[in-house]
């Protein structure tokens, strides 16, 4: 399957589709169970995916199939309407950003390597290389580095 062409998006009634850019067509649709947008990421093996609930998913890019979802424990009842974002740091490595917490994924062994609390709302959340991302939340940027971890 050629990435090129592909592209994913999501709505609000918890669907993921998969686009044929060439022609239009719909490939793929999946319902994901959440009621509102997953945040949606890819990397050359997985599409990746942050629901409204805080699950991080793991679907393959060639059948869709789910390779992994990691639920985390959310004690606030807002959760649904939290400010969430996503980025692929290559092939290793994803960030979520939920509300004030900033999350390092390891996607090999399907494990958080790092979560950090900044205190504020983080606004946007943009990929600078395979371990860095620079978070704004207001007026204030931070860049944040994920460890480098080998797991033998």
């Known amino acids: 399957m050629n990435l090129l062409k592909i592209l994913f998006s999501a709505c609000e009634q918890g669907v993921i589709c998969w686009w044929n850019m060439s022609s239009g067509e719909l490939l793929r649709s999946m319902d994901v169970g959440c009621t509102g947008r997953t945040q949606l990421g890819c990397t ?38 939290a400010s969430r974002s996503l980025v692929a740091l290559g092939k290793e490595l994803a960030a979520t950003a939920s509300e004030c917490t900033l999350t390092f994924w390891d996607l090999q062994h399907k494990a958080i ?32 580095t994920s460890p480098v971890i080998r797991i033998a």
Not at 116 to 139: F, K, P
């Open 113 to 144: 390597i790092r979560q950090i609390d900044l205190g504020c709302i983080i606004d946007r959340l943009y990929a600078l290389d395979s371990h860095s991302v620079l978070c704004q939340c207001s007026n204030t940027m931070y860049r944040i």
């Open 44 to 81: 050359g093996s997985y599409l990746l995916g942050f629901s409204p609930e805080g699950d991080f998913i793991l679907w393959s890019i060639e059948d869709g199939s789910v390779r992994s979802r990691i639920a985390q424990h959310h004690s606030r009842k807002d959760t649904v309407l």
